[in-house]
């Protein structure tokens, strides 16, 4: 079983800077896909921002040129750094992983952007 636990959410004033950190554990596996999504209150949960394995990166026009995700293999973790952030950023933001045609989220981390 795969699990996955996101850290690093925290209350930031808008125009700041953070890094979320998503790190996996459980059986070996071949990782396809790693990402981040976030939903805020009456939204649906919508894609940030996804690493693939061999094939590179893809962003959300959002936030394109403010959010960058990136991966460290030796710790099975993925990072989510997200500059520039605005009010509209304030969210529950979950890390994804697919492998092997199945998808495991994370439990979620709170960022809250102040204006």
């Known amino acids: 079983q795969v699990q996955l636990v996101e850290s690093g959410g925290v209350l930031v004033q808008a125009g700041g800077s953070l890094r979320l950190s998503c790190a996996a554990s459980?059986?070996?596996?071949?990782?396809?896909?790693m990402g981040w999504y976030r939903q805020s209150p009456g939204k649906q949960r919508e894609m940030l921002a996804i690493i693939i394995s061999d094939s590179g990166t893809n962003y959300a026009d959002p936030v394109k040129g403010r959010f960058t995700i990136s991966r460290d293999n030796r710790k099975n973790t993925v990072y989510l750094q997200m500059n520039s952030l605005k009010p509209e950023d304030t969210a529950i933001y979950y890390c994804t992983l697919l492998a092997l045609g199945r998808s495991y989220w994370g439990q979620g981390t709170q960022v809250t952007v102040s204006s």
């Open positions: 459980g059986n070996s596996f071949s990782v396809n896909l």
